[in-house]
């Protein structure tokens, strides 16, 4: 019995969350990470331009920073050539899924996604009174046609598709996200979660123009530009869409040193190509590893690697949990039959490296 | 005419923001800021040493924030002598008055504020739909008495007191708060907004059990410690209500630079003490030009000082925009009578010397 009243919508709310730290889990297991593979953290970091713009803001974090983030956005719309109506800037996808789901969903309007996707989205659609409705994978990959017919059925307000996706890495052209569009019910917003984009291959992006009200497009700062913890990203969608986000959001929210090491990373397009290329070199080695382990790494366009470990959901939570205690932190997707796989992230070979030595100590003491 | 449909609350709310930021007056004057004193940022900054843990942290920018900022609670619970089960970090002052608003207040609920407090408060009440109900300043001061009258006679969830006040720098002393606690109905939480209390007298901080129900206090690292465009603050309060937090927070919304410098600022006393002896320097010279120029200084409990023009709301107006026009960001409170001041920040002698220079002319072009 708590002696606090919350309102009704906070006081139905479970005490959970969406994710464990790594932190967290170090401390349960009293010691420290040896390779952090689980977040899908970029492990090639930041451009050292990016570090440098930070550290040189460092001191002038007795300022506020620009609260309409005039010069990243301007920034953003001239590398996207869009408006700078059509991008907000926020505190990484989470806060702005967050606030997307605020403007746009009453308490019980409809929310469909896929069994298994981005658990994030999911907190925060319950966190307002949201209904999910959910349709499962299908060939490890969300599902635009079973999701366009699921917003048919339940007239959903928005419909969350990863493209690529997370846990599981796969991706669509942009063809099929394109008729997926098409098909979505006039009252149904697509929220295209972007967050891998610059992973995947060019024909996976669609060319949606920016002012289609039927999609607003997530991208962030923390994946490709390695800056997840600085927490920036931004979206882009129809102005009248852009502009209610000013209505809610707390506008002082972003960092100042966030702001600066955004646009620093976003003009270095000679690192982002540089971690693109060590990303596909970490996928394969990924995949390699897993081979010679007896497992099957699944194609992926992102910066992590889902592998099948040809058992099921029981199996590869032994063995997440094997590896955090071998020193090496991975998560696994949450729902079957993708719960067979463990998910790793890329990074440098000196960590690949750990895996490569510790994955079999892992599978030994599972047998 | 908008092609969005947004849900009812975000639809009813108008396109405005609680402050506009010093960089758009720049853009819209053409010409940057000499003195940035309107924001009550601290211009004596933050720590060496915070300014340096920030730098170090910034290479680890592509790995998340612990989320449950474990190791800044444990410093802060021990700082404050309460249990990490009281403490709650977030992205300043401001993300956590949303957040707070969002746990308590349904729409509909009464909330009591006073006649030109802290707007950003207001806008997360009327961001969920709550509904403002204000007292004046008494003496140019927030009422306790008239706030509690208020309260027992909306039923308001919420009261909101910061103690010392923004934007007239006046202060109670702990026994009006106190007593303003024992006289609050049941049903609601004071919210105590202790921004600034790091520049104020001792006896105006109240002890309070850190498990008290009827009270949450609001600290931040933005003020005092130098350290606003970092973005991280915190709630002390019972354990109950800061684990509701939890269900609603953006858990790896706090970012990883702000953790280290926060943690580095919270140890480093003496930087702190030295702020302290500044900021009464810089209070006593803003009132020094004040006087000179014809107008009294009101006394301030924090690093702000609210010059009495004299006159009234429209003179205090230009007055900020003539300021403005000579390169020096000042703001000024929003209603009347408070609003015959304007509200000047401290800052070092560099800026004070400035403004010391450009009033009179400011002045004179308002002849």
Redesign the interface.
Known sequence: M?????????AS???T???V?P??LQ?QLGQGFAA?LG?N??????SPK??KA??D????????????S?DLIGALAAYHGVSAENIVVG??I??LL?LLV?????PG?AVATSEGAYPTFNYHVT?YGGVLHKVPYRDDAEDPQALVELAQRTGA?LVYLANPDNPMGSWHNGGAILRMLDRLPP?S?LVLDEAYAEFAPDDAIPVIAADD?RVIRMRTF?KAY??????IGYAIG?P??I??F???R?????????QA?ALAALADRDWLAHVQREVIKSRARIAGIAQQNGMTALPSATNFVAVDTGRDGVFAADLVKALQGQGVFVRMPGVAPQNRCIRISCAPESKMAILDARLPKALDTLR
Not at 41 to 46: D, K
Not at 57 to 68: H, L
């Open positions: 708590t002696l606090i009243r919350f309102a009704p919508i906070p709310l479970p005490a969350v969406p994710f730290g932190e967290t401390r952090r977040a953290e970029n492990g090639f970091g930041p990016a570090v930070m550290q803001e460092a001191a002038n974090s007795w300022q506020y920073g620009d609260p309409t005039h505190e990484g989470d806060g967050g605020r403007l746009l969903i009453a309007d966190g307000r009252e917003l009200p923390s390695g800056l997840a913890g600085a927490r129809h009248d869409l502009a209610g000013d209505r809610i707390n506008h002082f929210g972003v960092n100042r040193i966030a090491g």
